[in-house]
């Protein structure tokens, strides 16, 4: 019958409508430069994280981020899934000390603890604006990982005409090409264990990978469950169709 | 297509196996049944690939319980503590992670699916004489999915499920009258909270069982007129026929595969395509997103609520574009059933599947701009669709079947 040309006529329609669509997401194009598309090692659908940069990432982000920024859904018994082993983890929870009960005490963290969060992201800091948690930040964050590395390497002297408020840093991927985050990574910020020269952009590059990776931990696994799902289910497939051709060989 | 009382009483009494399986069938004829209603169960040789959606709604019904039992083992359904639990699940868990994106695609392509097999029945008739009280269980279930769904994605307590339910009691707050009052009671205070958190929660759970048990009745309404066909005619005769197994069992086995492959597609490799980033910020009361907007599945409905220029008005259309769902067999009373044999209407259903993608588009967008005149179009087609459409269709065929011999 006339099947094909009335799914012809839906699609069709569906097409123009897309086309006819203003482009409403891109209103706010004016309030900051859009980041650069960079290739990361997680991308696409097989993607899967680069482990070295992950632990490297996690450096920077112990000895910079960390200082400002808490990430309170991650306990230090995670950081198993980004290549350490117990002692290693044990040995990184027992640098980090926790409040003990309630009169001030305080004791080496374990691997069941939570990545403590510093005083001013619990908003101690009387007028300090209250960095975001990181959790899941590079998930959330407008622009994902490819923002994040633009941001955190867009710093620069306001162009002519431009001045800052007080304690805001000109950044032009930052909401309003403004940030109340100062320039946090430099050359040699940090000194990466594996020896890896700790550029600016290196060190960047890092610890967006570890933000990616610390929002989505379970990703690789992920993939992997689902290559080995979809293999089995179109060996299936196979023997369900050449099944299904054979029960209703007999019907004309 | 009736059973007849004696054909019961041959399958039942004539059938019993041998052993314990016998005693408990003289009893309680369960192997009779199954042989009835399943292996040999007639089946019209015609069905196209839209009847083995069905299968897959079960399939896909089944699995949603059997995750949400295991996810509500370590959900805490606090204002608190909801949003850490998630946390919890989907980083430490054993699984857990596995557990909750199987839940999340499963909902989506669960409505999904529900989508189209509810195309099915309103392109092949499948609502018209004898099947109403099927249809009418079916969108029963329907909107009870819904109000499952939504009830869902309120649990993990991000931005967009507390903005969500915000939307919602502000929409139910629009009832003349009792409105405020029925706000309260749905959020279980002024704003949403504990209280809506632990309302939602058991309505969630209630209201999946529930469904379990209406599609139950559904397959054993389905069983007493048997599937329709796509032209529309019932089957002749035996000859036109298959018994349920193997040819239907076979068929729907693959069938599931394909939806098993879709399936595994979206949660492994594709989850951006039905994960909303903006709920694993916390949920925030100090803070409104830019952009609160419900899940795909129901942002033709959202369509509609904003594209009526009066929060009342937005309501009562939004819940009325289910309700006329309802309707369908006494709107379109014409005796054929499919719409391969319908010019007209069959015309009306590309339009109103237009609209239906049309007003979720224009939910996306927040009706700004252009797409408050197609939202409105689109509404407008939609209710014309049911409302004139139908009936008059069905005038001019039922005074054309008066006239020919």
Redesign the interface.
């Known amino acids: ?3 094909p040309s ?1 799914l012809r ?2 699609a069709s ?2 097409i123009v ?2 086309l ?3 482009a ?1 997401s891109f209103a706010a194009k004016g309030d900051h430069d859009p980041a650069p598309k960079r290739a990361w090692s997680f991308d696409g ?2 993607g899967h994280f680069d482990l070295a940069s992950v632990q490297r990432g996690y450096a920077v982000y112990a000895q910079v981020c960390s200082n400002c920024h808490g990430m309170e ?3 230090f ?2 950081l198993r899934g980004m290549g350490l082993n117990d002692h290693q983890a044990e040995a990184v929870a027992e640098s980090h000390t926790v409040p003990d009960g309630v009169e001030g005490k305080t004791r080496p963290a374990t691997l069941d603890d939570a990545f403590p969060t510093p005083p001013v992201a619990r908003g101690l800091t009387p007028g300090a604006v209250i960095p975001p948690d990181q ?2 930040l590079a ?2 964050y407008p622009g994902g990982p490819d923002r994040i590395y633009a941001l955190l390497t867009g710093y620069g002297p306001p162009p002519a005409g431009v001045t800052e408020a007080k304690d805001t840093f000109y950044n032009r991927f930052a909401l309003g090409r403004t940030i109340a985050m100062p320039p946090p990574l430099h050359d040699g910020s940090v000194v990466y264990a594996d020896g890896t020269q700790a550029t600016l952009d290196q060190e960047a590059q890092d610890v967006t990978t570890f933000l990616a990776w610390v ?1 989505q ?2 990703l690789d ?3 992997r ?3 080995r ?2 293999l089995y ?2 060996f ?2 196979c023997l ?2 050449i ?2 051709r054979r ?2 060989s007999n ?1 004309h | 297509m009736t059973t007849a009382p004696s054909d019961h009483d041959t399958d039942c009494s004539v059938d019993h196996p041998a052993g314990p399986l016998g005693w408990v069938d003289t009893r309680l004829p369960v192997v009779g049944v199954f042989k009835r209603e399943y292996v040999r169960f007639p089946m019209p040789r015609s069905l196209n690939l839209l009847w083995t959606v069905g299968a897959m709604l079960t399939v896909a019904l089944t699995l949603m319980l059997l995750s949400g039992l295991a996810l509500a083992l370590h959900y805490t359904p606090s204002a608190a503590d909801a949003f850490a639990s998630i946390e919890e699940i989907e980083r430490r868990v054993p699984g857990g992670w596995l557990l909750r994106s199987m839940h999340m695609t499963g909902a989506s392509l669960f409505v999904g699916a529900l989508y189209l097999h509810l195309f099915r029945g309103l392109y092949y008739g499948s609502y018209k004489a004898p099947r109403a009280l099927l249809w009418l269980i079916g969108m029963t279930l329907f909107a009870m999915v819904l109000v499952t769904a939504f009830a869902g994605y309120v649990l993990p307590w991000g931005q967009m499920s507390y903005w969500g339910a915000d939307v919602a009691g502000k929409a139910i707050a629009a009832v003349p009258g009792v409105g405020p009052l029925l706000e309260r009671m749905f959020l279980g205070g002024d704003h949403p909270g504990d209280g809506t958190l632990h309302r939602l929660f058991v309505l969630h759970f209630t209201l999946a069982f529930a469904v379990l048990g209406v599609v139950g009745l559904h397959i054993a309404v389905l069983h007493v007129s048997g599937p329709g066909t796509p032209s529309g005619r019932p089957p002749a005769g035996p000859s036109e026929t298959l018994p349920f197994h193997p040819y239907f069992t076979a068929k729907d086995g693959l069938a599931l595969v394909v939806f098993a492959l879709a399936f595994a597609a979206v949660m492994f490799f594709l989850p951006s395509l039905i994960v909303e980033p903006a709920n694993y910020r916390p949920a925030n009361p100090m803070r409104t997103p830019p952009n609160i907007e419900p899940e795909w599945y129901l942002l033709p409905f959202y369509g509609v609520l904003q594209s009526v220029p009066s929060k009342l008005g937005g309501l009562l259309a939004s819940v009325g574009s289910i309700l006329v769902l309802f309707a369908a067999p006494w709107l379109d009373t014409s005796p054929v059933r499919s719409a391969r044999e319908r010019p007209v209407y069959r015309a009306g259903m590309a339009a109103l599947v237009v609209s239906f993608i049309l007003l979720g588009m224009a939910g996306a967008r927040h009706v700004q701009g252009v797409w408050l005149y197609v939202g409105q179009a689109a509404t407008l087609y939609y209710f014309v669709h049911f409302l004139a459409l139908m009936p008059l269709v069905s005038h001019r065929e039922i005074a054309a079947a008066k006239r020919a011999p």
């Open positions: 019958m006339n099947r009335f006529g839906v329609a569906a409508a897309a006819l669509s203003p409403s659908p097989l859904h991650v306990y018994g995670d959790s899941r998930v959330v929002a931990p379970h696994e992920r993939r469950v689902g290559v799902v979809t289910l179109l299936l497939g369900l169709f099944l299904k029960v209703w019907v």
